[in-house]
């Protein structure tokens, strides 16, 4: 099944971009380049936002727009992303990802 979530490369020069992706494990992978984490976001429509799960490890490059998003859809401030990351929709009554909602899209600032 393929789901449209919301790319965001920890280059600010590269544009937050819808994609459509197969909601599979290893199409989670290729976008965050490894293994995945992810966190869902309560305060941010209960999305769900994936990123490299051995970032820090690898070096990767602070990501500003989905560390923002990390600190206002957890309230908390105690931990940083690197490396791309992507933001799906909450998940259905069945545990599958589904497509980001564009209001949320439009409620953040920089994305």
Do not use: C
């Not at 099944?1 to 490369?9: A, D, F, G, R």
């Not at 490059?61 to 909450?90: C, E, M, Q, Y």
């Not at 009554?93 to 920089?110: E, F, I, K, R, Y």
């Amino acid at each position: 099944m393929v789901i449209h979530v919301l790319l965001i490369p920890a280059d600010n020069d590269n544009a937050v971009t819808m994609i459509g992706t197969e909601a599979t494990l290893d199409a989670f992978q290729e976008i965050v380049g490894g293994l995945i984490e992810v966190v869902t976001l309560s305060e941010v429509g209960r999305h769900s936002l994936y990123f490299n799960e051995e970032g820090k490890l690898l070096h990767l490059p602070f990501n500003s727009r989905a560390t923002w998003l990390l600190h206002k859809g957890t309230n908390s401030v105690l931990d940083v992303i690197v490396g791309d990351a992507f933001l799906a929709g909450p998940v259905d009554d069945d545990g599958n990802d589904t497509n980001v909602d564009l209001a949320v899209m439009q409620s953040v600032p920089g994305l």
